[in-house]
């Protein structure tokens, strides 16, 4: 049997609905604590709750507090694999910062459950049985960090969640998922052609994202920059263009060495210099912006946040974007 380190932190995989009240809540006692029992057959489980939060509370403090947790276990246990369990609202970006910044081979997976535990269907304890045998696979090795569920496992870089509600939520647009899982079969199809680790060791910097909409005032984006944020993410329009009332708070933005993502704001295809008018992508990128291909807004921010906080930002920059 493999050694499955399993970090619960939190979300509706470990909530009940409350009888009274109709709300979805934290339990008094984690409900996969007490379902426990049931993992031993998959696994010798080394468990521990490293936080007990919703995960719109997570920021990227718990994402660096769950790296240095993982890295402090592979040093010092013989683990073969890691389970996360976690929120799913942004279970995507928690994914997305460890497989930046943790430099393993043992897989990593994340899962969660889109309805609790005392629901009826609740897939909590399915989504992460399955989790764990991902994690006990050998053919999951150095593929980065993996997000399991509903039978499908996905890349954290591509994995996005995309219903508010339903089970099958999360999804890679324009990519699919690698593999799935079928009872006891863990079945790879494909796998990533790349993958960048840079190890951090503090969060310091302040990174904001922006969504563009059609006439958009640049006060806002201005005001970021007076309030000393470090680095600017904007998701554009189409495939990578701005309104012009951006253009000269992007340029004076550029010009004090703050640097300037741009992703597209859809969700399939990827941001390019196409376009010449002001605004358009060419003169954006001829200007000093930084074209993200095929990440979403929050993990582009994650990103540069992650390179702003390398002791070598200018070298992350060019080598994670």
Do not use: W
Request: charged residues 20%; negative net charge.
């Amino acid at each position: 049997m493999k050694t499955i380190l399993l970090i619960h932190t939190g979300g509706t995989i470990s909530m009940q609905v409350h009888a009274d009240t109709g709300a979805v809540v934290p339990a008094d006692q984690n409900p996969l604590l007490i379902e426990a029992g049931k993992l031993k057959s998959l696994a010798n489980i080394v468990e521990i709750e490293a936080f007990n939060l919703p995960s719109p509370h997570i920021t990227p403090d718990e994402m660096l507090g769950l790296k240095q947790l993982i890295d402090q276990y592979i040093i010092t246990d013989d683990i073969d694999g890691v389970v996360i369990t976690h929120g799913t609202d942004t279970l995507e970006e928690t994914a997305y910062f460890l497989d930046l910044t943790v430099d393993t081979e043992i897989p990593i997976v994340l899962t969660g459950a889109m309805r609790s535990s005392n629901e009826i269907g609740a897939d909590g304890l399915y989504n992460l049985m399955s989790a764990i045998q991902v994690a006990s696979s050998d053919d999951a090795k150095m593929k980065g960090v993996l997000v399991v569920l509903n039978d499908e496992i996905h890349t954290a870089e591509n994995v996005t969640k995309t219903h508010t509600s339903n089970v099958s939520t999360f999804q890679s647009p324009q990519y699919g998922p690698i593999g799935f899982i079928s009872k006891s079969i863990v079945h790879f199809h494909h796998s990533p052609n790349h993958r960048i680790v840079f190890p951090i060791e503090h969060i310091e910097k302040k990174v904001a994202l922006f969504k563009v909409y059609a006439g958009m005032e640049p006060d806002l984006l201005k005001a970021s920059i007076d309030l000393g944020y470090d680095g600017i993410v904007l998701e554009g329009l189409g495939q990578g263009n701005v309104p012009p009332s951006l253009v000269s708070v992007i340029e004076e933005t550029l010009n004090k060495n703050i640097p300037i993502i741009l992703v597209s704001r859809c969700f399939n295809g990827i941001a390019q210099d196409v376009y010449g008018y002001r605004g358009g992508g060419k003169g954006l990128k001829d200007a000093g912006v930084i074209f993200a291909q095929g990440l979403n807004g929050q993990k582009a921010r994650l990103a540069l946040l992650i390179a702003l906080n390398h002791p070598d930002p200018q070298k992350a920059i060019e080598y994670i974007f």
